[in-house]
């Protein structure tokens, strides 16, 4: 049996997709009662203390999982080089999630380009810290040559799909046996809404695959109505025959 994690990057709920979050209740709380995934964009910007990590975990099912985003202040700031103390932090905080903590995003600028040594000592930091998905979303050209998908898979990490692609688009290569997309909104990156025949053939993609599907086209409020659209076009769906 396989499982999409379907959602978008935070959990608000807009006037326009409120009828279909009916019920008492927090945002967090009436969103978790219709999609089973969200991610966490704000530990980018910003450190949350573990009390408010475990009072999200407490406030969705069993069954709902939290993608959380590494800081800013790894990825971009210390630019993967001697970011130990920062790791440490940071697992302290989001570990309070508990079983709910489904995924680690890796969000790399696009200025990055691959350094295999200090990438993969971080890679080696998070798993010493996480049991859960790790995922990977670089946007230099250097990160999708054989090299970086020879280190990524070593280290059992997820290559994102993105749309819009960055770095160098063309045909995925993947890197472990789950899929983790993200969808910024193309053409207007952040803001755009995806048409129906779009996102059918996503739902057909993900078909018979494990992996997460996010919605990160957030910022005119047009993620929430995608993923609820992508939901219904999932149930309908017709299941690939895959081959390895």
């Not at 709920?13 to 009916?22: M, T, Y």
């Not at 980018?44 to 590494?70: C, G, I, M, N």
């Not at 932090?89 to 990055?112: D, W």
């Not at 790790?134 to 997820?158: G, K, M, N, P, Q």
Request: glycine share 6%; charged share 20%; net charge neutral.
């Amino acid at each position: 049996m396989t499982l999409t994690r379907l959602g978008c990057a935070g959990w608000s709920i807009s006037r326009e997709a409120a009828p279909s979050f009916e019920g008492a209740g927090s945002h967090l709380e009436r969103y978790a009662a219709v999609f089973n995934a969200v991610e966490i964009n704000s530990s980018f910007y910003r450190p949350h203390k573990p009390q408010t990590y475990a009072r999200w975990a407490d406030s969705v099912p069993d069954e709902f999982r939290f993608s959380v985003k590494l800081p800013r202040s790894i990825t971009h700031d210390q630019r993967l080089q001697d970011a130990g103390s920062l790791i440490d932090r940071f697992a302290a905080e989001a570990s309070a999630l508990g079983n709910k903590l489904g995924c680690v995003l890796v969000q790399l600028p696009p200025s990055l380009g691959l350094d295999t040594d200090a990438a993969a000592s971080v890679f080696q930091q998070l798993q010493g810290h996480f049991d859960c998905m790790l995922a990977c979303e670089a946007r230099h050209a250097s990160w999708f040559s054989d090299e970086a998908t020879a280190l990524l898979r070593a280290h059992h990490i997820t290559r994102v799909i993105a749309d819009p692609p960055a770095g160098a688009p063309g045909r995925y290569v993947a890197t472990t046996e789950q899929a983790y997309v993200r969808l910024h909104g193309s053409p207007r990156i952040y803001y755009s809404s995806y048409d129906e025949a779009y996102l059918r053939s996503v739902a057909t993609w993900l078909a018979g695959r494990d992996g997460w599907c996010i919605f990160d086209n957030t910022a005119a409020g047009a993620a929430i109505l995608n993923a609820l659209q992508m939901m219904k076009l999932q149930a309908t769906a017709p299941v690939p025959v895959l081959h390895t």
